[in-house]
């Protein structure tokens, strides 16, 4: 079993949409959690970092944590065709001042206009 | 402030060959950290170096390795190609104090034919 769950979809959702990504973990260490987003031939770039359990806003998007169940998501409000790109989760144990950082094998989202 | 720079973008060897990956942090930054990324396996980490010294060690074999100079900048070098290896390698760069954030490069694309 992988530490890191996520679903790889693909997901497809008219412009506007509210989006939902999701990702489940087994490791109760990890402290720190993030979602990433690709696009195409292109590295990860850092949407959202959250250490504590509850939610987190950004604009459209929002990051939840949920230590007990061990699980986090992220939603995007009134999706835009640019959002369109794979979603990666990605957490840390964060073990004496540097971090391994575990990622989800990611979810790919299209926004259809 | 300039980004995460990767050298070269695109590379094509045979098996049996060996590879050397360049990666320049962010000015400032010490840490960097390699991933290889593929469409079963999701983003794998490989290595941290801080400092010129590697802390953090992934679940590779020992044809992987690295190291990093005294400007922070980094080499990854896989000896004795499979044609497994080919992948997107990622850097990513951090001051590599506590909880910071990762910033990702481009990537170098590896064929391995």
């Known amino acids: 079993q992988k530490e890191v769950e996520q679903d790889p979809g693909p997901l497809s959702v008219p412009e506007g949409a509210i989006v939902s990504l999701n990702c489940t973990y087994s490791?109760?260490?990890?402290?720190?959690f993030m979602w990433y987003r690709q696009y195409s031939r292109k590295g990860p770039e850092l949407l959202m970092y959250?250490?504590?359990?509850g939610n987190k806003e950004d604009g459209r998007f929002t990051a939840q944590v949920d230590k007990s169940s061990k699980y986090i998501s992220l939603f995007i409000r009134d999706s835009q065709p640019s959002d369109s790109a794979t979603y990666l989760c990605a957490m840390s144990v964060n073990p004496g001042g540097y971090q391994k950082v575990t990622f989800g094998t990611g979810t790919k989202l299209q926004v259809i206009p | 402030k300039a980004g995460v720079t990767q050298t070269p973008r695109y590379l094509i060897k045979t098996r049996g060959q060996q590879v050397t990956l360049s990666c320049s942090p962010i000015s400032g930054h010490r840490s960097v950290s390699w991933y290889q990324q593929t469409p079963g396996q999701g983003l794998q980490f490989l290595f941290e170096?801080?400092?010129?010294?590697?802390?953090n060690k992934g679940n590779f074999p020992g044809r992987f390795s690295g190291r990093q100079f005294s400007n922070s900048r980094s080499e990854m070098n896989v000896s004795t190609l499979e044609l497994g290896d080919s992948a997107l390698y990622l850097c990513?760069?951090?001051?590599?104090?506590?909880?910071?954030?990762?910033?990702f490069g481009p990537g170098t694309r590896l064929t391995v034919t």
């Open positions: 170096y801080f400092s010129e010294t590697q802390r």
């Open positions: 959250t250490y504590s359990s």
């Open positions: 490791n109760s260490a990890f402290q720190y």
């Open positions: 990513a760069s951090s001051t590599g104090q506590g909880s910071d954030e990762q910033y």
